[in-house]
């Protein structure tokens, strides 16, 4: 009997790690929603008291629990990018085109280098394009047109390989940028 009591206090402690991370990028998530407003009631599972947010709505996970996908794309959410969002070290898709996102889209977003494919076209986003986007290594994909964008286009971008960038139909200066960087 005391076996069992041992090998069930030792599975809940060898969960305690991996919840903790799960809270942590369920926090970030939920500060993100908190900013916005959601007329088709797309956040409805977005529970902070649900310690998973692999089982929220419009969130893909991987085999070990971490979000690795957000998909929020035409639901016509309004609202600004929340800095938390870069609290996310396993995200490689970012799907929040085709909404009425609006404000500066946040530095911290250069924090996510798992990074494949970035789509944030098609908002009200204004302001510069981050420079600390030269740290997402991993993007192949970055969707930034049909915004209001400003400024130049960052030097540390143009740095990045084979990386397929869309900034058309923004108020951007400089060099015109589309297509694939070799």
């Keep these: 009997m005391s076996g069992l009591v041992f090998?069930?206090?030792l599975f809940l402690l060898l969960q305690l790690p991996l919840s903790?991370?799960?809270?942590s990028e369920g926090d970030a998530l939920?500060?993100?929603?908190?900013?916005?407003?959601?007329?088709?009631?797309?956040f409805d599972s977005w529970d902070p008291s649900v310690a998973d947010p692999c089982t929220?709505?419009?969130?893909?996970c991987d085999s070990n629990n971490h979000v690795v996908r957000i998909d929020l794309y035409n639901y016509k959410i309004a609202g600004t990018l929340s800095p938390e969002l870069g609290r996310l070290?396993?995200?490689q898709y970012l799907e929040l085109y085709g909404?009425?996102?609006s404000g500066k889209i946040p530095q911290e977003l250069g924090n996510l280098t798992n990074l494949v494919s970035m789509?944030?076209?098609?908002?009200?986003?204004?302001g510069s394009i981050p420079d600390s986007f030269g740290n997402l290594k991993s993007l192949k994909f970055l969707w930034l047109n049909d915004n209001e964008l400003s400024g130049s286009?960052?030097?540390e971008i143009t740095l990045l390989k084979n990386l397929a960038v869309f900034l058309e139909n923004n108020k951007l200066n400089g060099p015109e940028v589309k297509g694939v960087i070799p």
């Design 99 to 101: 909404n009425n996102l």
């Design 30 to 42: 939920y500060a993100f929603r908190k900013g916005l407003s959601d007329p088709n009631h797309i």
């Design 20 to 23: 903790s991370l799960s809270n």
């Design 7 to 9: 090998l069930s206090v």
């Design 119 to 126: 789509d944030l076209s098609n908002n009200k986003l204004e």
């Design 153 to 155: 286009i960052p030097k």
């Design 56 to 60: 929220w709505f419009h969130i893909t």
């Design 89 to 91: 070290p396993y995200l």
